[in-house]
Nanobody, 125 residues
Framework: QVQLQESGPGLVKPSQMLSLTCTVS??????????WSWIRQPPGKGLEWMGAITYDGSTYYSPSLKSRTSISRDTSKNQFSLQLSSVTPEDTAVYYCARVDYYTDYLRLNEYDYWGQGTQVTVSS
């Protein structure tokens, strides 16, 4: 059973960087053929795919967030991370990490098979 757990600060000040880590257990993030995504849900809104890192380390980003987003991984710790720069209160959301088949359209959120429980991040001074 694959398990994902998000971690990071729950409060970030405007203009600063948001950094989150997803720790994966029960399976390796380098196992073929999977991709590992960050997805968020602002209050009162739907889920938004932010980006993904694949089993071989390739990265893909939402065009609307690409200029501010970076996803990386630490294979020795079986973790992948999200960095979102220059945050504003509009970045307040529950942030999830999740796994999807590598060959699936990453925007098809109903195709994801494992999700973390989500972590609330609030952007406020």
């Amino acid at each position: 059973q694959v398990q994902l757990q998000e971690s990071g600060p729950g409060l970030v000040k405007p203009s600063q960087m948001l950094s989150l880590t997803c720790t994966v257990s029960g399976g390796s993030i380098t196992t073929s053929y999977y991709a590992w995504s960050w997805i968020r849900q602002p209050p009162g809104k739907g889920l938004e795919w932010m980006g993904a890192i694949t089993y071989d380390g390739s990265t893909y980003y939402s065009p609307s967030l690409k200029s501010r987003t970076s996803i990386s991984r630490d294979t020795s710790k079986n973790q992948f991370s999200l960095q979102l720069s220059s945050v504003t209160p509009e970045d307040t959301a529950v942030y999830y990490c999740a796994r999807v088949d590598y060959y699936t359209d990453y925007l098809r959120l109903n195709e994801y098979d494992y999700w973390g429980q989500g972590t609330q991040v609030t952007v406020s001074s």
